[in-house]
């Protein structure tokens, strides 16, 4: 399966995922919304040119947004993520050379404190922002506060369950043979 | 000149990065302004597609509950019939009555069209609907939408056969509504926290209210026909210095469960707008 497939299934599946099923469940409280979404962008190759992650995470962004009637609420995070994600991936992995071996980010590739970082540092910036502007239309401080956290939990849950569930084959590369 | 070239050239991702930053953000601040012509027709028609077949699959679940749904309201329009007033006649003259009477549609205010919803989300701050009846099938933007247990939003996109409505769940929309009882006029809005429940502000606190009231669309209400269920007061305080009340209400429409409704035009507003527009001239 060529990469290129293989990413525009992964696109459209975590957009119908988000949309049809995340998106529908009733509200269990009003802190809680559940986002798993922009998983797609923390999963895309290790070796994308930063200007197409950036560009990729606005479309997939404003896909959603398409979807949710809000053009633009879930893009800015997006790109922002996607901005930043090259950044925090040299931080975590300089000196392993792992964006070498392996093809993306993932348990196995980065190991399972760096991932846990990676996710959690990216879920809370999405969320971070996401609800920034959100709560600029309306709410409270508290509101920001509880949703931000609270929101943030539920989706590193999700996203570890995600992980284990759909364990994703990583060959090992290596530049000897 | 060589160096801006650089400049940018060394910035580029980052510029990039903001210029997509500022595009997302216009488009969340110009929604509904500018940019629904050029982008929003299509988007609506491809979401709306996915979205019928979604709902293909969906509606089944929900069968039951549409149906006791439409029962329920055909039952309340058989009990409005004029069949079923009838008292002793009490009259002593008999008049001609010289109303003018409704029998060429030319003093008809609302026209009422069956819509399906399609697409529906309430767990977030910002609710829309989609209903597969658009422009062609006579959709217009700022048309009221009731379903059959009582208001649901207003008409805020339309494409061609797909029109997206704000819920009432939503943080920006405002429905005039008033106490059926004593017809004193509010406005009801969405605090974006839990969707069984909306606000009614402006009420005085010289009104005497009980839990249970109903509240429904008031007279002054431009898109909406009056009287159609808002919901029925759930609990209420004073709004903190104001003189007036902070009402909750449990919302007489259930959002989860919505699948068939109707859209409602106002053919009159047009000049009642048109009034309403003109500066007021104050001898």
Request: proline residues 4%.
């Amino acid at each position: 399966m060529s990469p290129f497939f293989k990413y525009t299934i992964r696109f459209i599946l975590f957009i119908l995922f988000q949309v049809y099923i995340l998106n529908n469940i009733p509200p269990l409280h009003r802190f809680i919304t559940p986002y798993l979404y922009f998983l797609f962008i923390l999963w895309l190759p290790f070796t994308i040119s930063r200007t197409l992650l950036t560009m990729l995470s606005f479309v997939f962004g404003l896909t959603l947004d398409y979807f949710t009637g809000t053009p633009g609420l879930h893009a800015a995070p997006c790109v922002l993520i996607g901005y930043l994600r090259p950044f925090l991936i040299n931080l975590l992995i300089s000196q392993e050379g792992a964006e070498l071996n392996y093809a993306e980010p993932s348990i196995k590739s980065m190991g399972w404190a760096p991932y846990a970082l990676y996710v959690l540092v990216f879920t809370f910036i999405h969320h971070f922002y996401l609800v920034l502007i959100e709560w600029m239309q309306f709410g409270t401080f508290i509101y920001f506060l509880g949703k931000v956290a609270a929101t943030t939990g539920i989706s590193f849950l999700m996203i570890f369950i995600t992980d284990l569930l759909f364990f994703r084959k990583q060959k090992f590369r290596t530049n000897t043979a | 000149m060589k160096n801006i070239f650089l400049f940018i050239r060394r910035y580029f991702n980052f510029l990039f990065f903001l210029v997509l930053q500022i595009v997302s953000l216009s488009f969340l601040v110009t929604y509904n302004k500018t940019q629904e012509a050029v982008y929003s027709n299509f988007a609506n028609e491809i979401t709306g597609r996915v979205n019928t077949q979604y709902n293909k699959v969906q509606y089944y679940f929900q069968l039951k509950e549409t149906n006791r749904q439409l029962s329920d309201e055909n039952a309340r329009l058989r009990n409005m019939l004029a069949a079923n007033f009838e008292g002793p006649d009490t009259s002593i003259a008999k008049g001609i009555d010289t109303l003018t009477r409704d029998t060429t549609g030319r003093i008809r205010k609302f026209i009422w069209l069956p819509a399906k919803v399609v697409g529906n989300s309430y767990s977030s701050a910002m609710n829309y609907l989609t209903l597969h009846r658009g422009g062609l099938q006579g959709v217009k933007k700022n048309m009221a939408v009731v379903g059959p247990e009582g208001v649901v939003g207003t008409v805020i996109d339309v494409s061609d056969n797909y029109s997206r409505v704000m819920s009432l769940l939503h943080t920006n929309s405002r429905v005039s509504s008033m106490l059926l009882k004593g017809k004193i006029a509010g406005s009801v809005e969405w605090d974006g926290t839990d969707p069984r429940f909306l606000t009614l502000r402006n009420i005085p606190r010289s009104i005497e209210i009980k839990k249970g009231d109903s509240v429904v669309t008031s007279t002054y209400s431009a898109n909406f026909p009056s009287n159609i269920m808002v919901g029925t007061i759930y609990d209420f305080k004073p709004d903190g210095s104001t003189n007036s009340y902070l009402i909750r209400l449990r919302a007489a429409t259930n959002f989860y469960s919505i699948q068939y409704v109707n859209l409602v035009e106002n053919i009159q507003w047009e000049e009642q707008r048109k009034l309403e527009a003109t500066p007021v001239k104050n001898q």
